[in-house]
């Protein structure tokens, strides 16, 4: 069973900044992908960023110069850099990790409300 925890969810104002972070442990396998999804009230889940173990990174073109997402190899943990939030960027974030063996694994997720 492979363990996600999350942090950094919190209420912040428009313009404001937040960090998640995601630590995995119990992976029988190494980690390929760490990501993030976020899922706001009346819309599906959608993939934020992610990044592979060789560092190739993925934004949704909503989050593109605003947001950054890197990693620790050495402690599997992946971040989450958020500036310049937006009332648009309130949701559920999720963090999700793929293994070599292409086992996926999902986070409780992490409250992100910012007020206007």
């Known amino acids: 069973q492979v363990r996600l925890v999350e942090s950094g969810g919190d209420l912040v104002q428009a313009g404001g900044s937040l960090r998640l972070s995601c630590a995995a442990s119990?992976?029988?396998?190494?980690?390929?992908?760490m990501g993030w999804y976020r899922q706001a009230p009346g819309k599906q889940r959608e993939l934020v960023a992610h990044?592979?173990?060789?560092?190739?990174?993925y934004y949704a073109d909503s989050v593109k110069g605003r947001f950054t997402i890197s990693r620790d190899n050495a402690k599997d943990t992946v971040y989450l850099q958020m500036n310049s939030l937006n009332v648009e960027d309130t949701a559920v974030y999720y963090c999700?990790?793929?293994?070599?063996?292409?086992?996926?694994?999902w986070g409780q997720g992490t409250q992100v409300t910012v007020s206007s």
């Open positions: 999700n990790v793929v293994d070599v063996a292409g086992f996926r694994s």
């Open positions: 119990g992976s029988p396998f190494s980690i390929n992908v």
């Open positions: 990044i592979t173990i060789t560092s190739n990174t």
